[in-house]
């Protein structure tokens, strides 16, 4: 048995692993996939059972049968609306829940949007109709996202009397300061050549075969990347965003950092590669 084997059960998520692809569906069409406190586990299971088996985080192509590690995560949501955000009735047991348990349910919703920011794949939102409240955080947390022209995102909390705490930092993030303020205070729903210009999605399509075509033309580009610079893309990131040290150190340690990569297995694949003019082993041999 290797690590590719046994993918989790899941009811409310779908998970389809295509090459180093893996596909992950939110299947609750008929609740226009709004978030109940199972879908939310099932996703945090896949998203962990995914990040582990990432071509970054385990420095290698295949397994030892040969099977590709993943090095994409295409998320989707099934039927007319990406996500709704929270389900009804998880707003509604919220309001009668102690302080412990909402504390509880936030933690939760902050392992699965954290994993999702984090997730050692190239991360893709493939996104039609609705995308509110964690909707919206799920959009954030992706590395690219591509979306229909009848988008519909909002920050929509604050409609409800509260405010997008736990999406805030991701969403933050992608958005900026000024933006995320005013979005959070609105409320109100972004479409899509707004959503376009501030940054929430990266392109903009007209229908489903679009959204399908975009998708594959930015996962054909990734696999031209090296899967551990893709991962620790992410790590070079999240250092300068956590940064608090002087300007002198912060360029020491990006000197260690591209001294590690360029002493990396991959690294040496790459220069190798570059100077002897073939493909490194990471790039499809289709290309």
């Given at each position: 048995?290797?690590?590719?084997?046994?993918?989790?059960?899941?009811?409310?998520?779908?998970?389809?692993?295509?090459?180093?692809?893996?596909?992950?569906?939110?299947?609750?069409?008929?609740?226009?996939?709004?978030?109940?406190?199972?879908?939310?586990?099932?996703?945090?299971?896949?998203?962990?059972?995914?990040?582990?088996?990432?071509?970054?985080?385990?420095?290698?192509?295949?397994?030892?049968?040969?099977?590709?590690?993943?090095?994409?995560?295409?998320?989707?949501?099934?039927?007319?609306?990406?996500?709704?955000?929270?389900?009804?009735?998880?707003m509604r047991d919220a309001g009668a829940n102690t302080p412990e348990e909402n504390r509880a349910d936030s933690e939760r919703l902050d392992r699965l949007f954290n994993g999702l920011w984090a997730h050692p794949c190239f991360t893709v939102g493939a996104v039609q109709g609705v995308a509110l409240g964690g909707g919206a955080g799920l959009i954030?947390?992706?590395?690219?996202?591509?979306?229909?022209?009848?988008?519909?995102?909002?920050?929509?909390?604050?409609?409800?009397?509260?405010?997008?705490?736990?999406?805030?930092?991701?969403?933050?993030?992608?958005?900026?300061?000024?933006?995320?303020?005013?979005?959070?205070?609105?409320?109100?729903?972004?479409?899509?050549?707004?959503?376009?210009?501030?940054?929430?999605?990266?392109?903009?399509?007209?229908?489903?075969?679009?959204?399908?075509?975009?998708?594959?033309?930015?996962?054909?580009?990734?696999?031209?990347?090296?899967?551990?610079?893709?991962?620790?893309?992410?790590?070079?990131?999240?250092?300068?965003?956590?940064?608090?040290?002087?300007?002198?150190?912060?360029?020491?340690?990006?000197?260690?950092?591209?001294?590690?990569?360029?002493?990396?297995?991959?690294?040496?694949?790459?220069?190798?590669?570059?100077?002897?003019?073939?493909?490194?082993?990471?790039?499809?041999?289709?290309?």
């Amino acid at each position: 048995m290797t690590l590719m084997d046994t993918p989790p059960t899941t009811r409310m998520v779908s998970l389809t692993i295509e090459g180093a692809q893996a596909n992950l569906t939110l299947t609750r069409s008929d609740k226009f996939n709004a978030m109940n406190v199972d879908m939310i586990q099932e996703l945090i299971t896949v998203l962990e059972w995914t990040a582990e088996r990432s071509a970054g985080r385990q420095d290698a192509l295949h397994d030892t049968n040969g099977t590709p590690y993943l090095r994409t995560l295409v998320l989707r949501g099934e039927g007319k609306h990406f996500c709704a955000g929270a389900d009804i009735n998880m707003m509604r047991d919220a309001g009668a829940n102690t302080p412990e348990e909402n504390r509880a349910d936030s933690e939760r919703l902050d392992r699965l949007f954290n994993g999702l920011w984090a997730h050692p794949c190239f991360t893709v939102g493939a996104v039609q109709g609705v995308a509110l409240g964690g909707g919206a955080g799920l959009i954030a947390c992706c590395d690219y996202v591509v979306a229909t022209q009848n988008i519909r995102i909002a920050l929509s909390e604050g409609k409800l009397g509260i405010l997008p705490a736990v999406i805030g930092p991701y969403v933050y993030r992608r958005l900026g300061s000024a933006t995320f303020r005013r979005l959070a205070m609105q409320a109100s729903r972004v479409r899509g050549e707004e959503a376009l210009r501030v940054g929430f999605i990266e392109a903009l399509v007209d229908d489903q075969e679009g959204l399908e075509a975009a998708v594959s033309s930015i996962v054909a580009e990734v696999m031209t990347t090296g899967p551990s610079a893709v991962t620790l893309s992410k790590e070079l990131t999240l250092g300068f965003d956590r940064w608090t040290g002087s300007d002198e150190e912060l360029r020491n340690w990006t000197l260690d950092f591209t001294s590690r990569m360029r002493g990396s297995k991959e690294g040496q694949e790459g220069l190798s590669s570059f100077l002897e003019k073939r493909s490194p082993n990471w790039k499809p041999e289709t290309e």
